[in-house]
């Protein structure tokens, strides 16, 4: 596996680790700034946001253990979890711009941030691989 995927592969990991922490924990605190949803939403979606988080978490784990198996000298384990874990990423990432667009509570083009930090990082694994 090249340098640049286990790099690109490090940086999804962090990224789902950071974006769990906000999602199940944080998410009074960043409701705003992060996910643009107003204060009053937050008990509405709380419990959603706490599951997504652990969702994150569980993807960035697929990842971690991808690359440790990698360098434990499993190579195929590892790159196998690398790239499926990877695929399900870009592809959900995918759906969160389409979900975006078909929105109609709020103003659509809101979530490209999050799609480009959720979906770059993974697409670059699959690029390097």
Do not use: K
Not at 76 to 85: D, F
Request: one cysteine or more; aromatic letters at 12%.
């Amino acid at each position: 596996m090249s340098v640049v995927a286990q790099v690109a592969a490090a940086v999804a990991a962090l990224v789902h680790l950071v974006v769990w922490v906000w999602e199940a924990f944080l998410i009074h605190r960043v409701h705003y700034s992060v996910f643009r949803q107003p204060a009053e939403d937050v008990p509405a979606i709380r419990l959603w946001a706490f599951g997504v988080g652990f969702y994150n978490l569980f993807l960035a784990c697929g990842l971690i253990a991808g690359l440790v198996a990698v360098h434990s000298g499993h190579e195929l384990v590892g790159r196998t979890l690398v790239i499926y874990v990877s695929w399900f990423m870009v592809l959900s990432s995918v759906v969160l711009a389409v979900a975006d667009q078909l929105s109609m509570s709020r103003p659509r083009n809101q979530a490209w941030g999050g799609v480009a930090a959720e979906g770059i990082p993974p697409l670059v694994v699959l690029l390097f691989l």
